[in-house]
């Protein structure tokens, strides 16, 4: 029984969790995780209608064709906003959903965009974003032994060598969420494909039109998006938006430091609304 911890029946992944009253939230995962990433800043934000949703081809989505590109991911995020009866909402994502949050606020969905550690950025392809693509199909091909034989949950050392990726400091992230993580990742439907999809739409087109407050956060510890490799070519696109640079935190702080995150996202908040507020 205790091998198949992590795959149980009351784990089972869904599509998108919804919590909260008040300003339309919607929260958007990074690669490889899922929905399940945002709930310690979710829970720290009861003021907000959050909805975060897992895309297609990651635990909990849907399906994702071998021919898609990164314009169908969004697809389904705009899908779900139109079932929950949402025109536009604040945007929260983190590295591939950071450009999902981007595209959202180009098309027009949002009402604030924060993107975090955003995805896209390759304007030049280096030895260095060869490497990190290699290590991502290796990930993504290991994901299903790994998940057949519960390998990661008998060695922590390992896990925690993973979870290294996600945080500077794996031993901030809550043990319960450390999991999530693991069993996210060793669920992703297919990451290869969502991998290609991305591949044939890089870099980001027409973040510059974004009409809306943009937030760039970088953190100065990522390992997997270094900003001083990336983060010049969203703020040279958007010279007006906010940049903000986490100190001492890997790429997914709303795991490593979700605190931290729920007070950035709901300031922002605030602080994008507060004029038309004043207006009114």
């Not at 030895?127 to 993504?140: I, K």
């Not at 979870?163 to 999530?180: C, S």
């Not at 390992?223 to 983060?231: H, S």
């Not at 040279?236 to 996202?265: F, I, S």
Request: charged share 20%; with cysteine.
């Amino acid at each position: 029984m205790a091998r198949r911890a992590l795959f149980t029946r009351r784990y089972r992944p869904s599509g998108s969790r919804r919590t909260g009253h008040g300003e339309p939230l919607l929260l958007i995962h990074p690669f490889m995780l899922s929905h399940h990433s945002w709930r310690p800043v979710a829970e720290r934000l009861p003021q907000y209608d959050v909805l975060a949703v897992s895309m297609p081809g990651h635990y909990g989505g849907p399906g994702v064709s071998l021919t898609a590109r990164f314009d169908d991911l969004v697809d389904h995020l705009e899908a779900e906003m139109d079932r929950h009866g949402w025109d536009t909402a604040h945007v929260v994502g983190n590295s591939l959903g950071g450009w999902a949050a981007l595209e959202l606020g180009r098309r027009g969905r949002a009402r604030s965009v924060t993107a975090i550690a955003p995805a896209g950025g390759y304007d030049s392809l280096t030895l260095r974003d060869a490497a990190m693509v290699a290590s991502f199909l290796v990930a993504a091909a290991g994901r299903r032994p790994a998940r057949l034989t519960n390998v990661l949950p008998l060695l922590p050392a390992v896990a925690s060598l993973g979870l290294r990726a996600v945080a500077h400091d794996p031993r901030q992230i809550v043990p319960a969420d450390a999991r999530h993580v693991i069993r996210t990742a060793l669920g992703a439907t297919h990451p290869v494909r969502v991998l290609l999809a991305c591949a044939r739409s890089i870099p980001a087109p027409g973040i510059e039109t974004i009409p809306v407050p943009v937030h760039l956060v970088f953190a100065d510890k990522d390992v997997v998006i270094p900003p001083r490799r990336y983060a010049p070519y969203f703020t040279d696109r958007l010279p007006h938006a906010k940049v903000t640079t986490l100190q001492g935190v890997g790429h997914c702080p709303q795991v490593e430091v979700p605190g931290l995150v729920a007070e950035m996202v709901h300031d922002f908040v605030v602080a994008s609304t507060a004029p038309v507020a004043a207006t009114a």
